[in-house]
T-cell receptor, first 113, second 113 residues
Framework: DGGITQSPKYLFRKEGQNVTLSCEQNLNHDAMYWYRQDPGQGLRLIYYSQIVNDFQKGDIAEGYSVSREKKESFPLTVTSAQKNPTAFYLC????????????FGSGTRLTVV | GDSVTQMEGPVTLSEEAFLTINCTYTATGYPSLFWYVQYPGEGLQLLLK?????DKGSNKGFEATYRKETTSFHLEKGSVQVSDSAVYFC????????????FGDGTTLTVKP
């Protein structure tokens, strides 16, 4: 079945450490997105990519980095520069046109220990 | 820019009650409109959509009608169940804003037996 897979489901980061969250889709979608969700809050866009080898900053890109070397993959690195990384991270993908909704992964919960 | 405003929650209903969650939007052009549902600890799932004025989206007993004159897309269900307890997000996606979606802040629904 086609879908979007995020891993791991739970991740623990020590202070000063970089961690990478995986996002893979087999839906042949052009566009991919990373969102951050804090408890009881809405979604905030971190980065997005509309095509391979190209990506743009969202509203809260500081302390994060991404790559888009393959259409299927859009990993997110949370760097040590992100001072408050504890959150629920959601990856999504979509066809490029506005008539299509997003398909979301099941999320990664990152906790700083 | 684009924006989505949802009625504030939380909303608490008894089983078999009628549900309305209000959603209004501001956008240039003619966006597509969406409702997503998020169950605890999971990613968002697309619930229904409408791509042009007067379209009605429906799924699992939920309905919403694209009202251009009132810039609204209210979510309704005639008889809610305990299993409908979740967070509901209204969203729009237009052909401006680089094709990104704009999400509302979410409305938490709790249905009591």
């Amino acid at each position: 079945d086609g879908g979007i897979t995020q891993s791991p489901k739970y991740l623990f980061r020590k202070e000063g450490q970089n961690v990478t969250l995986s996002c893979e889709q087999n839906l042949n979608h052009d566009a991919m997105y990373w969102y951050r969700q804090d408890p009881g809050q809405g979604l905030r866009l971190i980065y997005y990519s509309q095509i391979v080898n190209d990506f743009q900053k969202g509203d809260i890109a500081e302390g994060y980095s991404v790559s888009r070397e393959k259409k299927e993959s859009f990993p997110l690195t949370v760097t040590s520069a992100q001072k408050n990384p504890t959150a629920f991270y959601l990856c999504a993908s979509s066809m490029g046109t506005e008539a299509y909704g997003y398909t979301f992964g099941s999320g990664t919960r990152l906790t700083v220990v | 820019g684009d924006s989505v405003t949802q009625m504030e929650g939380p909303v608490t209903l008894s089983e078999e009650a009628f549900l309305t969650i209000n959603c209004t939007y501001t956008a240039t052009g003619y966006p597509s409109l969406f409702w997503y549902v998020q169950y605890p600890g999971e990613g968002l799932q697309l619930l229904l959509k409408a791509t042009k004025a007067d379209d009605k989206g429906s799924n699992k007993g939920f309905e919403a009608t694209y009202r251009k004159e009132t810039t609204s897309f209210h979510l309704e269900k005639g008889s809610v169940q305990v299993s409908d307890s979740a967070v509901y997000f209204c969203a729009l996606r237009g052909n401006t804003n680089a094709g990104k979606s704009t999400f509302g802040d979410g409305t938490t629904l709790t249905v009591k037996p």
